[in-house]
């Protein structure tokens, strides 16, 4: 039985230490941990209750045989009053199968006792560790609270701190274009005060205008280079 009980405790340990392998989030590790730490104290309750419970069948038992017993060897006495050595055989005879009988049920017995000592030490250390096991983490859960909260102001001040850069660059880009805004129109106000040409038209009308200029222009040029050339020649 020391080896199963042995056994037992390496095999509870082992699970236990694999339990933080199957959840991402440390808080759900926790939790499970925890609650596989209960099942397993609540089974080893369960197994003591058993234990107990068979123990006090076979206890049982054993008073139903002590009271035989004590009959068979009353009845012996009584068949020997009565001179009946052959009846007071038999009685003792069948008294001593039953202290065979009684024997063996108290070295049952006795053995399972030192089976529940056994079990409520492993049930009284499990509990300790169950307790120790639910302060810690209480308390784990609660740092991973405040470094999660730590890390998601973080994260948003970071993203913060892109959105006023970004706002920053725009507010500079909308200075310029206004700065840029306000020197055109200073340079129109001073054309305008000083009477300098200020072409209203659009650019396309003006290009056609120009082209008309142009052309008359060309125009009396070569009237005027005929007007030369034929008073060279005399005409």
Do not use: C
Request: no cysteine; aromatic share 4%; proline share 1%.
């Amino acid at each position: 039985m020391t080896g199963f009980w042995d056994r037992l405790k390496a095999s509870i340990e082992a699970k236990l230490n694999k339990l933080l392998e199957s959840f991402e989030d440390p808080r759900e590790q926790l939790d499970y941990a925890y609650d596989k730490l209960v099942q397993q104290l609540h089974n080893v309750d369960m197994s003591l209750a058993r234990a107990i419970a068979a123990r006090k069948k076979l206890e049982f038992e054993l008073e139903r045989i002590n009271e035989k017993i004590s009959d068979l060897e009353e009845k012996a006495k009584q068949a020997l009053k009565m001179g009946r050595e052959d009846l007071a055989r038999k009685a003792l005879e069948r008294k001593h199968v039953l202290m065979n009988q009684k024997e063996v049920l108290e070295k049952k017995i006795a053995d399972m006792k030192e089976d529940e000592e056994k079990l409520k030490e492993i049930r009284d250390k499990l509990k300790t560790k169950v307790d120790l096991f639910k302060a810690k983490k209480e308390q784990l859960k609660a740092e991973y609270e405040v470094s999660k909260a730590q890390v998601e102001v973080q994260e948003m001040i970071t993203g913060l701190g892109d959105d006023m850069a970004s706002a920053g660059m725009a507010i500079e880009r909308a200075e310029s274009k206004i700065e840029e805004m306000k020197a055109r129109a200073a340079a129109l106000d001073e054309l305008l005060a000083t009477g300098g040409a200020l072409d209203v038209l659009e650019p396309e009308e003006k290009d056609e205008i120009e082209r008309e200029l142009d052309k008359i222009k060309i125009e009396s040029s070569v009237e005027e280079e005929l007007r030369r050339l034929k008073a060279e020649l005399g005409e």
